[in-house]
């Protein structure tokens, strides 16, 4: 009989390592003979986290918006000629770190009336740290979102648990435990752990016994269950992340890496994840950089194909003319 493709979705606030996670999974498919494909969803209009991906590995993009609302009808589709066009063994769908991973999974169990695969679980990675810091203020539509995500995951990666400590840690696990009482939760630093445990469980019940209960139990979350969404898939509900908003700001000026570096560290709370692409003035390379809740990272990147220099800004009611005002004063500084 002709072997399910296997789906997973990866879920998880902005910038909790949901890229990183997708790298270490596609290597451990690899080792395994595995093929796998993408299915990328970025909030802003480019795809900078598929830079980062081997470029043989068929990657589908929706850019734009966020999965699990305005373009939920398309991850149908997307999948479909996924699994038509490519036959992987696998397709990983990362989402938005704004998603709602309900949506995106009913889009998902729809799309397997018409083709043969199998959603076999729901990873959320959590960045301890801003976690930590939601718990503490205890309230908010981002606080809402993330424990959603937490909420329908089959695994729980405690992430960057490299930057809270020991007593921190345990109060993390215990409030995951309370909000998921049924999904492995896995500590790590950039997603490392041994991922062969999920080819293993993919065999036995389990893991979408997991899955299947985290499903269909009514929501405390959501103010509809799992059902009335597939009578009325047009159900008019409101989204928590409907207060984040996206800025894509090419540019076509090169910039001084210290002012730039010291631009992201004073970056306003209100941006929690930032993205792009600089040319700067004192080096010959390119560089990919991130920005997520305080913590920036650069990697060289030689594109193949043509890029431009943008950057992508995500967060909660930020003033762009703000930001805008800034970068203009960083190109002029630059150029000096
Ligand atoms: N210190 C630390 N940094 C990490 C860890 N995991 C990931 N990062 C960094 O966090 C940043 C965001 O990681 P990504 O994997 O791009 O996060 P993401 O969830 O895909 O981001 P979005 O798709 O934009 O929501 C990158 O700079 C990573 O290198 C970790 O365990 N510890």
């Known amino acids: 009989m002709e072997k399910p493709v296997y789906v997973y979705l990866l879920s998880g606030f902005l910038g909790s390592g949901k890229t990183t996670l ?24 480019v795809n900078l986290d598929g830079l980062a991906l081997d470029d043989t590995v068929p990657m589908s993009e929706l850019l734009g918006g966020c999965i699990c609302c305005s373009i939920k009808s398309d991850v149908g589709m997307e999948l479909l000629e996924l699994v038509q066009t490519h036959k992987p ?29 199998e959603l076999q679980g729901v990873l959320t990675v959590v960045d301890a740290r801003h976690l930590l810091d939601r718990l503490r203020i205890g309230s908010g539509k981002t606080f809402k979102l993330m424990k959603e995500q937490i909420r329908v995951s089959s695994t729980l990666l405690l992430n960057k648990s490299d930057l809270v400590g020991e007593k921190e840690l345990r109060e993390l696990r215990q409030q995951l435990r309370e909000w998921n009482p049924h999904a492995d939760i896995v500590q790590t630093v950039r997603c490392e752990a ?8 993919t065999d036995e019940a389990g893991a979408t016994g997991i899955l299947t209960e985290s499903i269909d139990r009514p929501s405390p979350v959501t103010d509809h269950g799992h ?9 008019d509900h409101h989204h928590d992340h409907e207060h984040i908003n996206v800025w894509t700001r090419y540019l076509d000026f090169p ?10 560290k004073e970056l306003p709370d209100e941006v929690y994840r930032a993205k792009g692409i600089v040319t700067f003035t004192d ?26 220099d943008v950057l992508v800004f995500i967060g909660e009611d930020f003033s762009r003319s703000d930001l805008e005002d800034r970068l203009l004063k960083l190109g002029v500084a630059s150029s000096v």
């Open 22 to 45: 997708l790298q270490k999974l596609i290597r451990e498919a690899e080792k395994r003979g595995q093929k796998s494909a993408v299915l990328m969803n970025e909030a802003g209009e």
């Open 255 to 264: 910039l001084d890496s210290v002012l730039f570096e010291q631009f992201l």
């Open 283 to 308: 080096t010959p390379s390119r560089f990919l950089f991130q920005y997520a809740y305080k913590e920036s990272d650069f990697m060289r990147i030689t594109p193949q194909k043509t890029v431009h």
């Open 194 to 201: 041994d991922w062969s445990s999920l080819w293993t469980r």
């Open 89 to 117: 063994d696998i397709v990983w769908i990362e989402a938005t770190g704004v998603a709602q991973p309900l949506e995106i999974i009913d889009a998902v169990t729809e799309t397997s009336l018409y083709a043969k695969l």
């Open 227 to 235: 059902q009335e969404r597939h009578l009325h898939p047009q159900h």
